[in-house]
Protein backbone atom coordinates (compact mmCIF):
# COMPACT_ATOMS: atom_id res chain seq x y z
CA UNK A 1 0.00 0.00 0.00
CA UNK A 2 1.20 3.81 -0.17
CA UNK A 3 2.63 5.45 2.82
CA UNK A 4 3.84 8.81 2.63
CA UNK A 5 5.83 9.64 5.78
CA UNK A 6 6.48 13.42 6.70
CA UNK A 7 9.42 14.37 9.20
CA UNK A 8 11.48 17.68 9.91
CA UNK A 9 9.03 20.00 11.58
CA UNK A 10 9.77 21.69 14.50
CA UNK A 11 10.14 25.03 16.47
CA UNK A 12 12.20 27.86 14.86
CA UNK A 13 12.38 31.08 14.75
CA UNK A 14 11.58 33.54 12.50
CA UNK A 15 14.22 33.85 9.74
CA UNK A 16 15.37 30.53 10.59
CA UNK A 17 15.45 27.44 8.46
CA UNK A 18 13.96 24.00 8.14
CA UNK A 19 14.23 21.01 5.56
CA UNK A 20 11.10 18.59 5.72
CA UNK A 21 11.83 15.17 4.04
CA UNK A 22 8.63 13.04 2.87
CA UNK A 23 9.71 9.25 2.18
CA UNK A 24 6.89 7.44 -0.08
CA UNK A 25 6.77 3.85 -0.43
CA UNK A 26 4.54 1.47 -2.35
CA UNK A 27 4.66 3.55 -5.42
CA UNK A 28 6.70 3.70 -8.34
CA UNK A 29 8.31 7.17 -7.28
CA UNK A 30 9.38 8.76 -10.20
CA UNK A 31 6.84 8.80 -12.77
CA UNK A 32 4.42 10.93 -10.40
CA UNK A 33 4.85 14.79 -9.57
CA UNK A 34 4.30 15.18 -6.02
CA UNK A 35 3.36 18.57 -4.13
CA UNK A 36 3.55 19.89 -0.18
CA UNK A 37 0.49 21.34 0.80
CA UNK A 38 0.25 23.05 4.33
CA UNK A 39 -3.31 23.70 6.68
CA UNK A 40 -2.81 26.47 9.59
CA UNK A 41 -5.29 26.30 12.28
CA UNK A 42 -8.95 27.16 11.25
CA UNK A 43 -7.85 27.52 8.05
CA UNK A 44 -8.04 25.45 4.61
CA UNK A 45 -5.49 23.29 3.31
CA UNK A 46 -3.32 24.94 1.11
CA UNK A 47 -0.77 23.97 -2.17
CA UNK A 48 2.65 25.15 -1.33
CA UNK A 49 4.58 23.53 -3.90
CA UNK A 50 4.58 20.89 -6.74
CA UNK A 51 7.70 19.08 -8.73
CA UNK A 52 7.00 17.56 -11.87
CA UNK A 53 8.67 13.75 -12.96
CA UNK A 54 11.22 16.16 -14.66
CA UNK A 55 11.49 18.35 -11.79
CA UNK A 56 9.67 21.67 -12.98
CA UNK A 57 8.26 23.13 -9.92
CA UNK A 58 5.55 25.51 -8.97
CA UNK A 59 4.99 27.69 -6.05
CA UNK A 60 2.49 29.47 -4.05
CA UNK A 61 2.85 33.32 -3.93
CA UNK A 62 3.55 33.13 -0.49
CA UNK A 63 6.19 30.99 -0.24
CA UNK A 64 8.49 32.04 -3.78
CA UNK A 65 11.68 32.85 -3.72
CA UNK A 66 12.13 30.99 0.26
CA UNK A 67 11.18 27.96 -0.61
CA UNK A 68 12.44 24.86 -2.61
CA UNK A 69 10.97 21.89 -3.60
CA UNK A 70 12.69 19.07 -4.78
CA UNK A 71 12.87 14.93 -4.99
CA UNK A 72 15.45 12.44 -5.26
CA UNK A 73 13.92 9.51 -7.10
CA UNK A 74 16.79 7.01 -6.12
CA UNK A 75 15.58 7.37 -2.32
CA UNK A 76 12.35 7.98 -2.94
CA UNK A 77 11.83 10.91 -0.88
CA UNK A 78 10.40 14.40 -1.34
CA UNK A 79 11.96 17.74 -0.29
CA UNK A 80 10.93 20.94 0.63
CA UNK A 81 13.94 23.55 2.03
CA UNK A 82 11.87 26.36 3.88
CA UNK A 83 14.43 29.48 4.63
CA UNK A 84 13.50 32.92 5.85
CA UNK A 85 10.42 31.74 7.66
CA UNK A 86 7.69 33.90 9.37
CA UNK A 87 4.99 33.17 12.04
CA UNK A 88 2.55 32.83 9.09
CA UNK A 89 4.15 29.75 7.70
CA UNK A 90 3.15 27.96 11.18
CA UNK A 91 1.06 24.81 9.93
CA UNK A 92 0.61 21.21 9.74
CA UNK A 93 2.78 20.17 6.06
CA UNK A 94 1.31 17.47 4.08
CA UNK A 95 2.76 15.38 1.11
CA UNK A 96 0.68 14.75 -1.60
CA UNK A 97 0.52 12.31 -4.14
CA UNK A 98 -2.29 11.32 -7.07
CA UNK A 99 -1.60 7.94 -7.98
CA UNK A 100 -3.68 6.18 -10.60
CA UNK A 101 -6.51 8.90 -9.39
CA UNK A 102 -6.25 8.30 -6.09
CA UNK A 103 -5.03 11.11 -3.94
CA UNK A 104 -2.60 9.99 -1.26
CA UNK A 105 -1.72 11.83 1.75
CA UNK A 106 0.95 12.00 4.55
CA UNK A 107 0.17 12.54 8.48
CA UNK A 108 1.91 15.46 8.03
CA UNK A 109 4.60 16.98 10.61
CA UNK A 110 4.33 20.20 12.66
CA UNK A 111 6.05 23.58 11.83
CA UNK A 112 5.78 26.32 14.63
CA UNK A 113 7.51 29.60 13.62
CA UNK A 114 7.55 31.78 16.35
CA UNK A 115 10.21 33.51 18.79
Known amino acids: QVQLVESGGGLVQPGGSLRLSCAASGIIFSIYPMGWYRQAPGKQRELVAQ???????NYAHSVKGRFTISRDNAKNTLYLQMNSLKPEDTAVYYC?????????WGKGTLVTVSS
Open 96 to 104: HVDARAIDY
Open 51 to 57: ITTGSST
